[in-house]
């Protein structure tokens, strides 16, 4: 079965300084792996995509991932955090060879971003 | 820029009562989903509906669910008889393919309530 861990349920750090959220994939298949955000009382945004193209997968808001085969690893980065950063960060896989595209997602991280 | 709407964004209802939970996805999408996130829990997968049919369902998505797409816009989830574990917020999607690659366009969600 395919699955994603969060190894952090939460992260603290201060405006200006590097983020990393950390996400373990399992997966028998290349798979498809995202990341979305989710701010207080809105929805989920799509915040970059991994699909077998480039190993290193830049999103918006400056965001990158870097998708490791050999560590099964997908973890997002930031290098300077902004106050909006902070939001709930969930790291996604999508199963391949599945009947439809149904997205299987990680517990999250919440990001605090002290001033 | 093209979004997913849900209505309401907050139900409140007593145990046992049929709550409808409306969504509007993107108009050229194709595939639609619902997901559900309990308080404090990942973000889950119920179903996902493609062609007026119903694609593949979670085990969470039993007889009291249902799902309809009732005109050419709406997509409608529906449970019958509400239960306290029903308590949620209840995300829609839509995706203009059930590619594995392909993202889904999440709306804001709907927070469903049952006393």
């Known amino acids: 079965a395919q699955s994603v861990t969060q190894l952090d349920s939460h992260v603290s750090v201060s405006e200006g300084t590097p983020v990393l959220l950390r996400c373990n994939y399992s997966?028998?298949?290349?798979?498809?792996l995202f990341w979305y955000v989710q701010h207080p009382n809105k929805g989920l945004q799509l915040l970059l995509k991994?699909?077998?193209?480039?190993?290193l997968v830049k999103g918006i808001n400056g965001f990158e991932a870097e998708f490791k085969k050999s560590e099964t690893s997908f973890h997002l980065t930031k290098p300077s955090a902004h106050m909006s950063d902070a939001a709930e960060y969930f790291c996604v896989v999508s199963p391949y060879g599945g009947a439809t595209n149904k997205l299987i997602f990680g517990t999250g991280t919440l990001l605090a971003v002290q001033p | 820029e093209p979004e997913v709407t849900q209505t309401p964004s907050h139900q409140v209802t007593q145990m046992g009562q049929e709550v409808i939970l409306r969504c509007v996805p993107i108009s050229n999408h194709l595939y639609f989903y619902w997901y559900r996130q309990i308080l404090g829990q990942k973000v889950e997968f119920l179903v996902s509906?493609?062609?007026?049919?119903?694609?593949?369902k979670s085990e969470i998505f039993d007889d009291q669910f249902s799902v309809e797409r009732p005109d050419g816009s709406n997509f409608t989830l529906k449970i019958r008889s509400t239960k306290l574990e029903d308590s949620a917020m209840y995300f829609c999607a839509s995706s203009p393919t059930g590619l594995s690659s392909y993202e889904q366009y999440f709306g804001p969600g709907t927070r469903l309530t049952v006393t």
């Open positions: 991994y699909t077998s193209a480039a190993t």
């Open positions: 997966s028998s298949y290349s798979p498809s």
């Open positions: 509906f493609y062609n007026n049919e119903i694609s593949e």
